[in-house]
């Protein structure tokens, strides 16, 4: 299981971004985030068309298949919604990783439970604003 922004691993940090114009705020070789959104296709494209590694906040196993389509590395769900999706990603053999969303360390027991590609914690993402 893959851990970002665990306390005692260390990890890449993400960077949340609503706009290409963030992604020149954020260091090189870095991993974005944003949400899986139809405003937010120019973004993924651009994302995708110059080879920087995103990760897509997803709902569905809909969004799932979507985002590894786009070319996204990483899908983050929610506890609720990861059991589907890490199906759906298996199924198909996605080169995607299914990472489940936390806020503390009492969750992470519920995603290991779930068998999921990873989890994400909160601090592990920084917000970017352009």
Do not use: C, W
């Amino acid at each position: 299981m893959l851990l970002f922004g665990h306390p005692y691993i260390p990890s890449e940090t993400f960077y949340h971004i609503d706009a290409i114009e963030a992604v020149r705020h954020t260091p090189a070789n870095s991993v974005v985030t944003l949400f899986f959104t139809p405003e937010n296709l120019d973004v993924i494209e651009y994302l995708h068309k110059n080879n920087v590694r995103f990760a897509l906040h997803i709902e569905t196993p809909t969004d799932a298949v979507l985002g590894e389509n786009l070319g996204a590395s990483y899908l983050i769900a929610s506890p609720k919604n990861a059991p589907e999706i890490q199906s759906v990603a298996e199924h198909y053999l996605f080169d995607a990783k299914v990472l489940g969303y936390v806020e503390d360390m009492e969750h992470l027991d519920k995603l290991i439970e779930l068998r999921l590609d990873g989890a994400i914690f909160a601090d592990a993402i920084i917000k970017i604003n352009t």
